[in-house]
């Protein structure tokens, strides 16, 4: 059996592939400016190398139950809120104070430890920056990108990663990353919530059931 860290390694790479390519996409639709997530990109960056270096040393069985919790509540939320992300809001805080605080955070989150970390972001973009459901979405896989990609480099770096295993998940990963950030661009907004909500009541019934079991 692979030990927790391989795991996470290889976990890591094979995210890597997808998120880039979802990413890269979003890049080529003129969905996200590089200019304007410069500043999130280098502090998730800063958040997943130190969240990867303590990940390393530590355990992370704590938020194996919390983070479940965290992801009921955005659930909720989005449920009970129809028009949540539909259009762009005005933002409840200044761009480098979410950065400098939702980067560095979700960053560190991912680098130690990861599940829903997409979930997380997209509803912090909409929430708290005001970007709609597809604007969140396509931002969301360029932060993706840089804190697996950090945090796989600091993996490497400790030669933690199964490369056969990764890569092969890594192919699967570009294809279906491809393919849903295309349905992202010309699907509406309601497709999309309902997909994230797909996705986060997947994750929290997988992350409920690992810690059971």
Known sequence: MASPHLALATNKLQSSFGSFTAALNFCLKGMVSFKEVAFGVACVGVGASVGTILILHL??????LLIPIFLLLIFVY?????KMGEGDRPAKLKVPLFYGVFGVGLGFYDGFFGPGTGSFWTFALVSLLGFNLKKATAHTKVFNFTSNFISLGMFLIGGHVIWAVGLLMGVGQML??????????RQEVKFIRKVFLSVVGATILKLFWDFLH
């Not at 355990?59 to 194996?64: E, M, N, S, T």
């Not at 989005?78 to 129809?82: A, G, N, Q, V």
């Open 59 to 64: 355990k992370a069985d704590l938020l194996r």
């Open 78 to 82: 989005t449920l009970l809120s129809p």
């Open 176 to 185: 279906g990353a491809w393919v849903g950030s295309n349905l992202v661009v």
